[in-house]
Structure formats: C-alpha cells, structure tokens
C-alpha cells in the first residue's frame, strides 16, 4: 500500500528537529560507531553532566531543558494569582537556579483544565461520515465555487464554531492521529473523518470562525475531493503555493490569534514547531486537556471503546522472549544515562511484550502504554482486556499492569522520584510531556527548603529527560530469523489465495462476460484468504480500484457509489492480509480486455521503475531517498511521476506500515537500510479520471555477496517476499532491455516454483498461463534504438 512521500505530521517533526538543532543544541552528531556526548541542560547545576550515548550509526539530540510543550500561554492568558502569562521564553541564558525559578512560575499557568487522565474511547467498528449538510461534490475543489449559497451550511462546522467563544479560540485544529500517533485508529477517535467527511488515513484540519480547510498528501487529492463539502478548501500539501499549514494559521488569521489543539494528539515536536511558527505573529497555543471540542459534538453518537481481549504472540512466531527483549532496552537506557522510558507507539508495545489485540481495524494492537525501569516493567491498559493467560505471560516477564488511566500520575511520581527519562519527542504526546516537565518544575522548586549540602546532592540526582528516537523502532524493524520465517509462509499462502482470486475473477469477467462491482470483488478476496490457515484479518482496507477510481490512489470502495470491474478498463487492486505468522501487502494492475498503447506504456515504464529497485545493490546504513530515483527514472523520461513515496517498512505479524526505514523523495528520513528491515517497491502512475497503476511486492533487505567490499563497507540487496504473477498483456516489451524481459522470465519462474504446489485445478492451469515466459518480437527494442543512437 502506497505511503506518502511527505505526510503533513512528518514534516512538521522534521521542521522542528532540523530548526531545534539549528537555535538551541549544543551536541555534535555522530554517524560513526565513536560515542558521542551530549550536554545535559535541564539540572539546575552549574556544573552538567555528561550521558554517554553510544551506538554504531546514530544521530543524537541533546537533552532538553525543561519547557512546557506547544504553550504560548495558557488558554485563560493569566496565571492562578490574576498575573498574565508570557509564553514561548527561552532558559539557554539562565543559569540553573534562575531556570529553575522561571520554570516554577511558568507552571502556574492555567490549563483549560487539569491532566487528570487519558481516557480511551475506542471501538473496531468502522465509521462513515460526511459532512452535515454540506453534499458530496466530485469536481476539483479548485473548480468549486466558495459562495456559500452553492450548498446549504455545514451545521457541524457552525456547531464547533460556536465553542469557540465558550473556550476563547479564535481556530481549532484536528488532526488524523489518535493519543499514540497511530496512523490508523479505531473508529472513536476518527474526529477529523467526523468533522469533515474526508475518510482518508492522512490529514489535518484547520477551523476558524469563517473557513475551513484540509491538508493532505497527493495519495489523497482526488478523494479529498470527492469527499468534501463546499464550505472545505482543499490545501493540497507539497504542490506549489500551498503553505504548510502552521504558516497558513499565522498568516490567515488575525494577530494575536488563540488557536486550540488537544495536548494528547500532537506529538511534542510537532506542537513546538507549530508554537514556534504561531508566535511570529503573536498567535497563542491553547491546549485543550479535557475538552476536547469535536468530542463535544459527537456525543453519545461517538462509537463505542474497543474492548476485545489481548492475545499472546506465540514466541514460535515472536523468535525472541520478553525477558530478552526487556533486557536489550535496559542495556541501551544504561548506555544511554536514562533510568526509564515510555513507549507511546501501539506496535512498540505489542512487539516488546509480544502481544497483540484488535482495538484498531486491520492492526494488531491495543490502546496502552508501556513504562520501562532499569529494574521494573508496567504495561498501562484497560484491565478487563487482560486474560488469565495474558496475566500469566505478563507475569513471567515481570511485568506489571495498571489501569490505562494511570499513566499521567505515573509519570508525574517518575520526576519527583529523580528520573532520567528518555521520551521520543516526534511521538511521545504534548500531554505526557508537559506532565513529566510539570513534575520536575515541582522538583527543583521543592529544593528551596532544604539545607545547601542536602540541596546539591538532591539536584545532582534529580529529574532529567532525554529526548531522542526510540531504541524500540530499529530492533523492531530488524527481523530475527523466526519472524522473517513467518513473513515467508504468510506470503506464500497468501500468494495462493491471490492466485486462486484472479482465476475466479478472471473467469467471471473474461469467461462469463460479467461486470462485478469493485465491493463483490473486495469481498471475494477476503472469502479466499479467510480460507488459508493462520489468516485474522486484512492488514488494510482493500484498494479495489476499476478505471478513473485506479487513479485515487487509496481509494475506498463503497456499495452504492462504487465502480464496476469489467474488460473495458484497468483494474488496480492493492490488499494485504494479516496472518499468525505474517503481514502481507500486494498490488497487482490488469486489464481483462484490450489495453491502449498508453496504458501499456505507462504500465511498462513503471514495471520498469519496479525492476530498477529490486535490482538495486547498495552500501550498508544507505538512506531509502537514495534508492527512490531508481523507481522514478523511466518515469521521468517522459515527464511522468506519482505522489508517494515507493517503500514502507512493514511490520512481522503487525503494523502494515512501520518506520523509520522507507524509500521515498522525502529526504528528510535519513534511516539507513540494513539487513532483516523489510520494505515495499511500490512505484506507479495515475492519470487523473482516467487510470491508476501500482505493481507492489515487500522485499527483505539482504547482505550482497559482492566481488568487492571498498571500504570495508558490507553492501545490500532485495530478497523478494511477494510471489504473484505481474500481468504480460500489459506490457511494451519494445520498450523493455533485454535484462528487464530476463527479470520478468526469472520471477516468474521463481513464482511457479514456489506456489504451484499450493493450488491445484484450473488455479494452477492459471498460474502456469501467467508465468510463461516471454519473448520479444522480432526486431530491435526502443531502448536498444536509443542506446546506439547515443553512441
């Protein structure tokens, strides 16, 4: 499944990372396996210590002073005793006790309500919601008339609007993401999708007391558009004169605007970044705690919670223990001078603890928290979800449990009690920062009392947090031998299901002469995979896209509305599975009937991008930005490209979309590729109400037995996990090298090989049809034409 190539919250966090190294950071980065040392800054001592944080490959920030998150001010302005609060200041000039004292009276600054608790409301129900009132339009919102008089007000956006007085604001933001950052979340914390009526995964929007917009990514254009209601401007990210969306706010609204922002769904990077760009024209953040606005307005028509039980990941599948991996991440907090962690990311927590559960649809994981000590262990999660069995494997582990509620004073009693805390800063929540900030402001200033000798010893080992990625990503990214295993037969059967798919699909349309919706066609799928072993679930909802729908890149189908698949067209299907043992994700583009020279030569021209990358042999620890040329460059050629990005990790029986590695243009992710991470090769083309094409395989990234090793250095290549015919109909060969016509002949036999054993009858008369080989016609290729032309 494509994923942008610069989604609207990543950008945010790279802005503030980059802008934080370049005001306030006093650390050198390191790519080498030399130790680097960063300056601790937020103790009130004269003298800092020193946190040895060593790694082979990695790029540390320092760690930061104490700083209320994403405040400008509080949403009030005035401090418990009437006195105005003056936010965004700065401590890098104060020495310790001065920062100490300013932190103290910073803390008095009126929430809109107090951290009291996060409470979850989930459910595994989907949600489908339109704009109220507005209509569904299928123009290009450019073309769309603003006059309000084209379609009838939006009552959710008057209903909000009238909240503004209530709480001060002058706008209101609403991300996609739920309080862990996920991507994909359970149906109760859809709150973008509700306001606006756009469903995609992707997306923020922007509310003030006259417009109302929406930024998101080009996989998201064309639905953003058929979606939104006439009151909406879509905000087209990363095309030309769009700005991102903290400068539109500073720049659409009046000076000295408020602008509110639930704390529990912007990560801390991404509300400095946007505080930062707020103040540059006296705008003022104002963190919402409990009052959530959009909560309001749903009411008891919000979803229910999630309340599905966990379940235990086999270690036969899991390859590592939880004592082992407990173990490896208190290693790296010692080296790193940290005495506990959170982990905020919903796959983080099932993979460290190996479990998994079914609060958000198409994942395996569950709302909770995990707190890790150097000698103890807390998972924060709604009790009733914990089985006997589940009690059982958590105990072994010695690991506690808590209600998920609990979270915040835990946090808050980690600081009184002198912890070193390392956070994630793009992930960890506004929220739970400013708890544990909050709580080390109550630290210092309780040491006031006490006797100087006393004061020193209590402030050299008092609270400190570490801002920095989290240890769990990388391990989680690179896959032991048992997981990579699994990935091998779930893709394997999986690739059965599909061949045994296309026959029947094939059949009905080409056979039969019938027109089936892209809804039946979705379904039937999911009527194959169910029948192999170890399936649970579809790993994302099925992009089952006929003709001009092929070129919404995550399109939805929906009974009533969607297309027909038949043999006029192309047909673009992108599925994935979740299996006991694996995740799957696959994209195949067809035509059951005749298909133009244009759609054979764009098909061929992104095959082509696809060869290019599998093919790819590359030096350890190489950013996936630098591979993703490769996908694009027979593409660009002839003036084409596409709007994602061509490679997203993918998790080992979770997440279909997992970090850090990816292959995109985004350079901003400079995660190197290593061996047992694996990665989607994605590219395609889409051609705006005409046709969409996508060829997708997962790949594990392997070390190459190269001739050479220059440097030292150990150098990679791609092992192939998808093993699912690519259509020859579809194909230009005059346009193809002769190694490109042998790469197709070589991965289809290899697809031959490895599932005819799995089907049987007339799927397997199928698969030996669609893996034959292939052969120019007579006469030179277009590109052998141009090779000697060049000469």
Same mark, same amino acid.
């Given at each position: ?52 944080? =060593? ?53 008095? #600054? ?7 608790? /996060? ?5 595994? &129900? ?6 109220? $009132? ?115 706010? &500073? ?7 408020? /602008? ?38 749903? $009411? ?27 173990? #490896? ?108 900030? #909050? ?28 801002? =920095? ?39 009905? /349309? ?136 061509? $490679? ?89 090298? #002769? ?53």
């Amino acid at each position: 499944m494509a994923r942008a190539s610069g989604l609207i919250a990543v950008q945010a966090q790279t802005i503030a990372r980059i802008r934080f190294f370049e005001s306030c950071c006093s650390v050198t980065l390191s790519c080498t396996s030399a130790p680097f040392v960063g300056r601790i800054t937020n103790t009130p001592q004269s003298a800092h210590k020193k946190f040895q944080l =060593r790694g082979p490959q990695r790029a540390v920030m320092e760690i930061r002073p104490f700083q209320r998150s994403g405040e400008g001010e509080s949403c009030s302005g005035h401090s418990r005793d009437g006195q105005r609060v003056a936010g965004g200041q700065s401590f890098g000039n104060l020495s310790g006790k001065e920062r100490c004292l300013r932190l103290a009276s910073l803390s008095n #600054d009126v929430k809109c309500s107090s951290v009291k608790r /996060i409470v979850i409301r989930g459910s595994s &129900r989907l949600v489908k919601a339109n704009a109220s $009132g507005g209509g569904i339009v299928a123009e290009p919102s450019s073309k769309r008339k603003k006059s309000k008089k084209d379609g009838v007000n939006d009552v959710k956006l008057a209903q909000l609007r009238q909240l503004f007085e209530q709480n001060g604001l002058d706008a209101y933001i609403i991300p996609s993401e739920d309080a862990h950052q996920s991507e994909f979340i359970a149906a109760c914390f859809m709150r973008r999708a509700y306001i606006s009526g756009f469903t995609g995964s992707a997306g923020s929007v922007v509310i003030t007391k006259d417009r109302a917009a929406l930024w998101t990514d080009g996989r998201y254009f064309l639905q953003a558009e058929n979606q939104l209601g006439p009151e909406w401007t879509l905000m087209r990210a990363g095309t030309a004169g769009v700005p991102p969306m903290s400068e539109w706010c &500073r720049d659409s609204l009046p000076e000295g605007s408020r /602008i509110g922002i639930d704390p529990y769904l912007f990560s801390s990077d991404a509300s400095e970044e946007l505080k930062r760009t707020l103040a540059e024209k006296n705008h003022s953040l104002c963190l919402l705690y409990d009052n959530n606005l959009v909560d309001q307005l749903w $009411g008891a028509e919000r979803p229910s919670p999630p309340t599905s039980p966990l379940r235990i990941h086999d270690i036969k599948y899991a390859g590592v223990d939880v004592a082992t991996k407990l173990t #490896d991440l208190r290693k790296e907090l010692a080296a790193a001078g940290a005495t506990a962690i959170i982990v905020t990311m919903l796959d983080e927590v099932a993979w460290l603890l190996n479990l998994r559960g079914s609060d958000v649809p198409c994942s395996p994981v569950a709302y909770a928290y995990v707190l890790v000590e150097l000698d103890s262990a807390t998972l924060f999660v709604d009790e009733s979800k914990v089985t006997g069995d589940v009690a059982k494997h958590l105990s072994e582990a010695s690991v506690n449990v808590k209600s998920y509620e609990s979270l915040v004073p835990e946090i808050r009693s980690l600081a009184l009690r002198g912890a070193k805390l390392w956070l994630d800063a793009s992930k960890v929540s506004v929220a739970i920062n400013n708890a544990f900030s #909050d709580a080390c402001v109550q630290y210092y200033s309780n040491l006031s009392n006490i006797a100087s000798s006393e004061r020193q010893d209590r402030e050299a080992n008092g609270p400190a947090s570490l801002h =920095r990625m989290s240890p769990i990503s990388r391990a989680k990214a690179l896959k032991n031998d048992t997981e990579l295993k699994g990935m091998k037969n779930a893709h394997l059967r999986d690739a059965a299901a599909l061949t045994e798919f296309w026959t029947w699909l094939e059949h009905r /349309i080409v056979e039969e002469k019938q027109s089936l919706s892209e809804v039946e066609v979705a379904d039937k799928l999911y009527e194959f995979r169910a029948k192999q072993s170890g399936f649970l679930d579809v790993s994302f909802e099925t992009i089952s896209g006929s003709g001009p729908n092929g070129a919404i890149v995550h399109y939805r189908a929906e009974a009533g509305t969607c297309g027909q698949v038949d043999d006029r067209q192309l047909f673009l299907l992108d599925s994935g599975a979740q299996y006991v043992d694996g995740t799957t994700d696959i994209t195949r583009t067809v035509h059951f009937g005749i298909p133009t020279s244009r759609e054979k030569e764009c098909f061929t021209r992104v095959l082509q991008g696809h060869i290019a990358v599998d093919q790819a042999v590359f030096p350890e620890h190489t950013p996936g930005f630098v591979l993703d040329v490769l996908a694009r460059k027979s593409l660009w050629k002839i003036g084409l490209d596409y709007r994602h990005g061509t $490679g997203h990790g993918v998790g080992a029986a979770l997440n279909v979309h997992e970090g850090p590695q990816s292959m995109s243009a985004r350079f901003g992710n400079m995660t190197g590729l290593q061996s047992g991470m694996i990665i989607s090769n994605e590219p395609g083309y889409y051609e705006d109400r005409a046709f969409g094409i996508r060829i997708e395989n997962l790949v594990i990234i392997r070390e190459a037995n190269t001739e050479n090793r220059f440097g030292g250095v150990i150098f990679l290549k791609f092992e192939k996990l998808s093993y699912v015919p690519i259509q020859t109909k579809l194909l230009e060969l005059s346009l193809m090298s #002769d190694a490109e016509i042998t790469w197709m002949n070589e991965y289809h036999a290899q697809v031959w090989e490895k599932v005819s054993p799995l089907v049987e009858g007339e799927a397997r008369n199928w698969l030996h049809r669609n893996t034959r080989p292939i052969q120019r016609p007579p006469g030179p290729s277009k590109s052998q034409e141009l090779a000697t032309a060049s000469v």
